[in-house]
């Protein structure tokens, strides 16, 4: 199964914008590319994917190497409500297409 | 609504205890999971259910049994636990046909095996 690379921890200042990166070199041709975010006392919430293009959503931007063994996670203007750990996780088209292949998380720390 | 909702939020059970985790959604979603998380760890993927049948079984103990009564429901029953499977056990849905698969959690049942 195809792995993923994060920093364990990053720190940002509030209102800055933040780029989360992952590292997936044996990422296979049909893995998609997928970011959840699980703040404190909660679940693992969905935050974006992508496959080739880079990907843009309210909550944040995809920018995936042409290469795509790398992507980055781009939060705009991080806010403290963004202070959470970060999972880039990888999810093979195979006939699991549930399953999601989670890497070690980044846990995102914002000063005020 | 995109809530999951799980019960109980914690749990304290004996080695000896049958106890049972609830999870409930009204999304519409067929794809439902139980997945395990221990401190500072992703979750770890326990059971797939698919159109209320157990498609996916990642291999763990029998002392979990898993059960889906309706395309609502999902329970998780406990049975004979081991102090080392006190964790946060997690729920969630997804739709089963779709490009996302975006998946939908709960918040989680804080488990502490005694």
């Known amino acids: 199964d195809a792995k993923t690379t994060q920093p364990n921890s990053m720190e940002s200042n509030e209102e800055e914008p933040v780029h989360l990166p992952c590292n997936h070199s044996t990422i296979s041709g049909t893995d998609y590319i997928h970011w959840y975010r699980q703040l404190p006392s909660q679940g693992p919430e969905y935050v974006i994917h992508g496959l080739t293009s880079n990907v843009n959503n309210r909550m944040a931007s995809l920018a995936i190497a042409e290469d795509r063994k790398s992507s980055t996670l781009i939060l705009h203007r991080a806010t403290l409500r963004d202070a959470a750990v970060y999972y880039c996780i990888l999810r093979g088209m195979t006939d699991s297409n549930y399953q999601l292949i989670w890497g070690a998380g980044t846990k995102l720390i914002i000063k005020p | 609504d995109t809530e999951v909702t799980q019960t109980p939020k914690h749990l304290v059970m004996g080695m000896t205890n049958k106890k049972s985790l609830k999870c409930e959604q009204h999304?519409?979603?067929?794809?439902m999971y139980w997945y395990k998380q221990k401190a500072k760890k992703p979750p770890e993927l326990m059971f797939v259910?698919?159109?209320?049948?157990?498609?996916i079984n990642e291999s763990v103990p029998s002392r979990f049994s898993p059960e889906c009564p309706n395309s609502s429901l999902l329970n998780l029953h406990l049975h004979a636990l081991q102090p080392e499977d006190s964790a946060l056990y997690l729920c969630?849905?997804?739709?089963?046909?779709?490009?996302?698969?975006?998946?939908?959690f709960g918040p989680g049942t804080r488990l502490t095996v005694t």
């Open positions: 999304m519409g979603h067929r794809a």
């Open positions: 969630a849905s997804s739709q089963v046909y779709t490009t996302t698969y975006e998946q939908y």
């Open positions: 259910y698919s159109y209320e049948k157990l498609s």
